[in-house]
């Protein structure tokens, strides 16, 4: 049987927060009595170009090729995709079958996560990239943020090391990584080291938040 006195506490601490919630909503709605029409047209207004930029951006990255999960046919189309897109999933593969699970799990996210490219490239057949950016190891995915490698998911050892993985479990690894947005979410930096990929300094920025 619990503590009496653990059971007041308890109470005591429920009745408190349920007073702090009841407050802060009353405060709410205090101040949405004192809007008038003027502030209520401001916050529409507010709103309405807040969504009108929402629009231009998924429009301008769906011209992209956000959205889709795509094949990179050569190394110079890699650092044109790089460069054009601030945020960019880019699978390295060869046709075997760890590489078609990632494709499974790229396609998935791919049309969910709109603010991000994602694309896939043929390593054998890119060996001064391949070579650029170490890549050993297939399936791997370079993590890319204004033009440069900022992380890697190296096979599926950080996915439980089995290809049975979920996709949200991607879609939290990528998360952490800042390389997709998850709603709601604050992810951790990576501290990944950092490698280039520009093949010349450029200021271009083409979908800045």
């Not at 949405?32 to 929402?54: G, N, S, V, W």
């Not at 057949?125 to 370079?142: G, N, Q, R, Y």
Request: hydrophobic share 35%.
């Amino acid at each position: 049987m619990a503590n009496p006195n653990l059971q007041d506490i308890i109470e005591k601490q429920v009745l408190t927060v349920a007073k702090a919630v009841e407050d802060k909503i009353d405060e709410e709605i205090s101040a949405l009595d004192r809007l008038d029409l003027d502030d209520i047209e401001a916050l529409r207004e507010r709103r309405l170009q807040q969504m009108k930029r929402m629009a231009e951006k998924r429009s301008r990255w769906i011209s992209l090729g956000h959205g889709e999960y795509t094949e990179i046919p050569s190394e110079k189309d890699f650092f044109s995709a790089v460069k054009a897109s601030d945020r960019v999933v880019c699978h390295f593969y060869r046709d075997n079958w760890p590489c078609k699970v990632m494709d499974k799990h790229m396609s998935i996210l791919a049309k969910q996560h709109i603010e991000t490219r994602f694309v896939k490239i043929h390593a054998e057949k890119s060996p001064f990239l391949a070579d650029k950016l170490k890549i050993a190891v297939l399936p791997t995915l370079a993590l890319i943020k204004n033009a440069k490698v900022d992380d890697y998911v190296v096979g599926f050892d950080e996915l439980g090391g089995t290809d049975e993985f979920n996709t949200e479990d991607m879609e939290e690894r990528l998360a952490k990584a800042q390389v997709i947005f998850l709603e709601g979410e604050s992810s951790s930096k990576s501290s990944a080291q950092t490698r280039s990929v520009r093949q010349s300094e450029s200021n271009d920025s083409s979908d800045s938040d």
